[in-house]
């Protein structure tokens, strides 16, 4: 059974073909449209809107990283002609002053034992340009804002110094701070200082920029350092070996003095008219002999104590001629200086011993007798050249030319020589002359020369 | 017969001349030999001698200060010496005569030749003056140059002569006071002397005072003296000549 089969008809009479139904429909379909263009335009603004800010920013960036580039251009500029520390510091305070708006900046530098940072230079706006230098004073790591940057090595903004309790008042006090290290590879240099009247005045920009400029001074600084010491080395070395010329050239003349050379000749010269032939061949020999020694020996450092001594004797043995009987000489050595290798440096006691004779036992009637003794005291040699001449003051007194005034000029070479040798302070080393009296009269003159070994 | 005195400290010196003397003893006489210089004067004062050596170096007086005191120097006198630059400027300036230790031969014939000359020997008091003046004069321009020419002993301040001209084998002295004396040595013999006393050989026939340079040129190599002659520099000597000039 199947009920009965309702149909139910339903006419939707769509009035489309009304004009309201259409007006309807359209305005409708306008407004959508509309609306969704409204909403478009306003996404693509949107858009626009941060497109400029980021283009903006970008600007901005721009612009700051080019005057900071400007800025260290600008410095790195300037101090390219600089060389000299004082300048470059006092040129770097000068222009952050000028081109960053600072109303001081400081420069504080390592002092020689760095134990203190040091202000070394400094300007003001404030106190109308006056150097801030009227308050100097010197800092302890730790000390202050800038001992604690000194301390730690860590740059730092002080927005407000009133509320910071490292803040040291003194001098020009500002109300913001900012203290910059200078730093060559991790070694801390000195650091760069500024305060503000104005809270909280400087900003990241700042410090990027000072940081950047310090690593700039750090790195001339450094050179010029490496630079007056790489001088400071060469003119040393320089003045050294023009030294060694000298004195090298000095001992040579005195040794070769001329006045000597003719003399013996001249001794010789006696054998050879009085047919004297083994005498006069011993002496040339002997002559020879010493000026060969001489030849081989000036252009070295040092000689061996044996060949000095034996140089010595030919000398002796040849001014023996010439003074005959007047002059007798003796040389002593202790014996452990004949053992191994002493050595002296070459050419310093042949002067002493002619002055002994030229102005000591010249002057004498007879009997006039030189005693040379080495004498070893571990660290170093006591060389003795003691004569019983007429004395220094007697000497000074009778000699008028001037070619034969014995070069003090020598003695002090010689001098400097010896001191030039010591491995320790204590050692003695140098030249002592000592006027010899018996019974208040002069008896001679003793030369002590002390040679480190 | 030349009568001669030797004074001389050392004995191998005294030996040496002694010997030498011997090959000329048809000519001198050593009448004595003295070791010091005391003896010395003495000796001279006793013996009045025609000739002395005398060493410069000798203990407690030089020879020079010996001189000194003896009045008159009616002698002539060799100096010996082995070295001293300083001496032997002086004693040649003062035209005196000197010789160098170990003596030679020819040198010492040829001072005794012209010892023999009495020219030599007249002026010979005079000419200790002058070297003794000398030899305490430190600036070159204060001493004076002993000339002998052809009308005898003159003696010319440093300063008042402007230059020296070869002539053969005689020199020319142009004095400022316009005189020109001629001598008989060569150029060659002054050089030495005056160069050590702020003279310039510029030329091989010129000899200049450095004094009185006035002016340089350059580009033709012409030295303008204040008296206003023009003379000639050769090229070889130009480096040296430069080198001077800062000095004056």
Redesign the interface.
């Known amino acids: 059974m199947f009920g009965h089969i309702y149909f139910l008809n339903l006419n939707f009479i769509v009035p489309f073909w009304t004009w309201s139904f259409l007006i309807l429909l359209m305005s409708a379909m306008f407004f959508i449209f509309f609306r969704v263009a409204r909403l478009r335009e306003k996404k693509i603004r949107e858009i626009e809107a941060t497109k400029i800010e980021l283009e903006k920013l970008r600007a901005d960036n721009y612009r700051t990283r080019l005057e900071r580039e400007q800025i260290n251009n600008f410095f790195s500029n300037s101090l390219l002609l600089k060389n000299d520390v004082d300048e470059i510091l006092w040129d770097v305070t000068k222009n952050l002053i000028a081109k960053l708006g600072f109303e001081d900046c400081l420069i504080y530098m390592w002092n020689d034992d760095k134990t203190k940072m040091v202000q070394r230079a400094g300007f003001g706006v404030k106190d109308s340009k006056e150097i801030l230098f009227q308050f100097p004073y010197d800092l302890g790591p730790g000390e202050g804002i800038v001992g604690t940057v000194a301390q730690t090595g860590n740059a730092l903004i002080v927005p407000d110094t009133r509320k910071d309790p490292r803040y040291l008042a003194e001098g020009y006090s500002g109300l913001s701070e900012i203290a910059v290290p200078i730093k060559y590879e991790e070694e801390l240099l000195g650091v760069i200082d500024s305060e503000h009247s104005e809270l909280g005045f400087f900003n990241e920009n700042h410090l990027q920029m000072i940081t950047t400029i310090g690593t700039l001074m750090a790195g001339k600084i450094k050179s010029i350092e490496a630079d007056q010491q790489l001088r400071k080395q060469k003119a040393e070395l320089d003045n050294i070996s023009k030294q060694l010329i000298e004195m090298q050239l000095s001992a040579l003349r005195s040794q070769m ?3 000597f ?3 013996a ?3 010789i ?2 054998f050879v ?2 047919n004297d032939a083994e005498n006069a061949d011993t002496y040339l020999g002997k002559f020879s002999k010493l000026i060969r020694a001489i030849l081989n020996t000036s252009h070295e450092p040092n000689i061996r104590i044996e060949k000095e001594i034996e140089m010595l004797t030919l000398y002796l043995e040849l001014e023996k ?4 009987k007047k002059l007798k000489y003796a040389i002593e050595v202790d014996s452990s200086l004949l053992e191994g290798t002493v050595c002296i440096p070459t050419m310093i006691i042949q002067p002493f011993i002619e002055n002994a004779m030229l102005h000591g036992i ?3 009637d007879c009997c006039g007798e030189i005693l040379i003794a080495f004498k070893d005291h571990g660290d170093h040699l006591e060389i003795n050249v003691k004569d019983n001449g007429v004395g220094r003051k007697i000497a000074a007194e ?1 000699k ?5 005034v014995y070069p003090s000029l020598g003695i002090e070479l010689t001098a400097r020589r010896l001191k030039a040798l010591k491995t320790a302070p204590e050692i003695p080393s140098g030249i002592q002359i000592i006027d010899l009296e018996e019974d208040g009269n002069a008896s001679g003159t003793l030369v002590k020369i002390f040679v480190p070994q | 017969m030349i009568r001669t005195i030797i004074i001389e400290d ?4 005294l ?2 001349l002694q ?2 003397l011997k090959k000329f003893s048809h000519l001198i006489e050593v009448v004595d030999v003295c070791n010091t210089p005391a003896l010395g004067i003495e000796s001279i004062q006793k013996k009045s001698p025609d000739l002395v050596f005398l060493d ?2 000798m ?4 020879g ?2 010996m001189l000194k005191k003896i009045d008159p120097i009616d002698f002539c006198v060799i100096f010996t010496t ?6 032997i400027n002086a004693i040649k300036i003062s035209a005196l005569d000197y010789l ?4 030679d031969k020819d040198e010492l014939a040829k001072a005794l030749k012209k010892c023999q000359q009495n020219v030599e020997r007249k002026n010979v008091g005079e000419k200790m003056d002058i070297l003794l003046k000398n030899l305490g004069q430190q600036r070159a321009f204060d001493k004076v140059l002993t000339l002998t020419s052809t009308d005898g002993v003159r003696f010319i301040k440093m300063k008042d002569i402007i230059r020296l001209e070869a002539q053969g084998r005689y020199t020319k002295f142009y004095l400022n006071n316009k005189e020109v004396i001629l001598t008989s040595r060569t150029l060659g013999d002054f050089e030495e002397t005056l160069s050590a006393n702020e003279f310039f050989r510029i030329h091989e026939t010129h000899i200049v005072n450095l004094l009185y340079i006035d002016r340089f040129h350059k580009g033709n190599n012409y030295v303008l003296l204040s008296d206003k002659t023009e003379l000639p520099l050769a090229r070889r000597r130009k480096e040296e000549f430069l080198k001077l000039i800062p000095k004056i």
């Open positions: 003095n001329p006045h050379i003719f003399n000749l001249n001794s010269k006696k008219l009085a001629l010439r003074f005959g010249m002057h004498k009778l008028v030319q001037k070619d034969q | 050392e004995q191998q010196s030996e040496v010997l030498m410069i170096e203990p407690k007086m030089n020079f200060e082995a070295y001293n630059k300083y001496a160098l230790k170990p003596i």
